[in-house]
């Protein structure tokens, strides 16, 4: 069995809520739907759990409120790995509207400062040595910089680790410069990387052709409600899930799909399948407040409804 660990260097308490329509400048009541430890690789860890996948976590958290999480990885067994930081883990608003357009605030957390990093870097490029798959999701905190995060994610990818980006903005930019095995950007992500519109799927797949050319050799672009294409040295794959009737929030949709990919290819699955696997998860996080899953069998009746097409290869 493959071993498996995700790494949250910006970890964050995710407070959920969902109301009709944001109004703003106005007083908003809000049905809260929970405060969780999170973090986009905790989220694709508690997947994993939930799939009796053993994993190991890693990245950043800050000292001063850190007890939710210490209980919720040990509640998990999930191996911790996490390097305690002067400060606070941060908190992350995420209001869901009855359209399902979900509304982040992101907070500022803790600053990592040189010695912080230094540390870091040394100790997770030694014990990843001994893992198969890595999956380093999420944001950049404060105080680590784009060339730093590039750095320390190609010498972790020369461990002959499968290293897993799931990111945006700086993040994922420096670290598309560091040619990961996987990349799972999304569309808007994509358009942002190539530096304008891409109206069709065609245009979604050269695009990210272009990425993939550059030395990556498994590129996934997600595309909401429309599904997601990946494309391998093997062959492009699109996968459609069914249309969620009961949206409760897309929060954690993405992280999921992370960690049915990732299981899925620790499976020995093909493509076709880990993609379809992937979606289906994918879909079944939507009609949830919190990340996992809850249900094994209702991933497997999604899973039915999942429409795959070899589009080349």
């Not at 509640?75 to 911790?80: K, M, P, R, Y």
């Not at 357009?101 to 990093?117: E, P």
């Not at 040394?122 to 590039?150: E, K, M, R």
């Not at 299981?263 to 009609?287: C, E, H, M, N, R």
């Amino acid at each position: 069995m493959a071993k498996i660990a995700t790494i949250t260097l910006n970890t964050a308490y995710d407070l959920v809520g969902r109301l009709k329509r944001i109004e703003p400048g106005e007083v908003n009541t809000v049905e809260t739907l929970g405060l969780f430890p999170a973090g986009k690789g905790i989220n694709v860890a508690k997947v994993l759990h939930d799939l009796d996948v053993d994993v190991t976590v890693g990245g950043f958290l800050g000292e001063e409120n850190q007890g939710d999480f210490s209980r919720m990885f040990q509640a998990l067994n999930l191996e911790d790995k996490f390097q305690r930081v002067p400060g606070k883990t941060r908190i992350n608003v995420k209001i869901t509207e009855t359209e399902a357009d979900v509304t982040d605030l992101n907070f500022s957390g803790y600053q990592i400062d040189d010695a912080g990093w230094a540390k870091f870097s040394q100790d997770s490029l030694n014990w990843s040595q001994n893992y198969d798959i890595v999956a380093v999701c999420g944001s950049l905190p404060h105080g680590v910089g784009a060339a730093q995060f590039t750095a320390w994610l190609s010498k972790l990818s020369q461990n002959r680790v499968k290293v897993v980006l799931d990111s945006s903005n700086a993040a994922l930019t420096a670290g598309l410069k560091a040619n990961p095995w996987l990349v799972k950007p999304n569309h808007r992500e994509l358009e942002a990387w190539i530096g304008k519109p891409l109206d069709n799927l065609q245009q979604i797949i050269a695009a990210a052709k272009q990425l993939k050319a550059q030395g990556i050799a498994n590129v996934i672009i997600s595309m909401g409600a429309e599904g997601s294409v990946w494309l391998s040295d093997d062959a492009v794959v699109q996968a459609k899930p069914p249309k969620c009737e009961n949206v409760v929030s897309t929060v954690g949709a993405g992280d999921s799909m992370v960690a049915g990919l990732i299981y899925g290819i620790s499976q020995g699955w093909d493509q076709t399948k880990t993609l379809a696997f992937a979606s289906a998860v994918s879909a079944f996080a939507v009609s949830q407040s919190n990340v996992g899953i809850s249900d094994r069998t209702l991933v497997d009746t999604i899973l039915q409804q999942v429409e795959i097409n070899v589009l080349e290869g």
